[in-house]
């Protein structure tokens, strides 16, 4: 038993320094850990949103070809929302079909362009306004782009394309 006690007779614990730098370490860690973590939740949410609007083209589109009628789609820049619409062949009515939102912290951004695309039973689209469907972060970072081809309405998603 004595031997026991001597051999552990010279182990007195941590200094106090010791104890500091290995929890300044730790929170550096910590600090680039969290920093990349917002940003991957961010892309996330992002990756999300234009997952969403991707569908919800993609469904106008269907509807429009298998119904026989257009369907509108609206987009606000910067802001969250968008809307689809039916159109009514013998009319021209357009009937609210659904209003959406992106997920928080998702917007189309100011300098999108596009404003509407309607697509047709013969499976074309008319885009108003230029360029693509725009979605990004708040702070515009991470931005993704949706194409809408206007010959055969294929709607593609582009990632990091802003």
């Not at 070809?65 to 689809?84: G, S």
């Not at 928080?104 to 362009?113: I, L, Q, S, W």
């Given at each position: 038993m004595g031997r026991r006690r001597g051999l552990w007779?010279?182990?007195?614990?941590?200094?106090?320094?010791?104890?500091?730098?290995?929890?300044?370490?730790?929170?550096?860690?910590?600090a680039i850990a969290s920093s990349t973590w917002f940003g991957v939740v961010e892309g996330r949410r992002v990756d999300s949103a234009t997952n969403e609007v991707a569908a919800d083209l993609r469904r106008a589109?269907?509807?429009?070809?298998?119904?026989?009628?257009?369907?509108?789609?609206?987009?606000?820049?910067?802001?969250?929302?968008?809307?689809?619409y039916r159109i009514?062949?013998?009319?021209g009515t357009a009937t609210l079909s659904s209003s959406n939102l992106l997920p928080?912290?998702?917007?189309?951004?100011?300098?999108?362009?596009v404003?509407?695309?309607?697509?047709?039973?013969?499976?074309?689209?008319?885009?108003?306004?230029?360029?693509?469907?725009?979605?990004?972060?708040?702070?515009g970072s991470p931005c993704h782009e949706i194409e809408v081809n206007p010959v055969t309405s294929r709607v593609e998603v582009s990632i990091d394309a802003c």
């Open positions: 007779q010279d182990e007195h614990g941590f200094s106090l320094a010791e104890v500091m730098i290995t929890i300044v370490i730790m929170g550096i860690v910590f589109h269907t509807n429009a070809t298998n119904r026989l009628e257009d369907w509108r789609v609206e987009i606000d820049a910067d802001t969250r929302d968008y809307r689809i009514d062949p013998d009319t928080e912290h998702t917007e189309f951004p100011p300098a999108m362009g404003s509407a695309i309607v697509f047709e039973p013969d499976g074309k689209a008319q885009i108003t306004g230029a360029g693509n469907v725009r979605i990004a972060a708040d702070d």
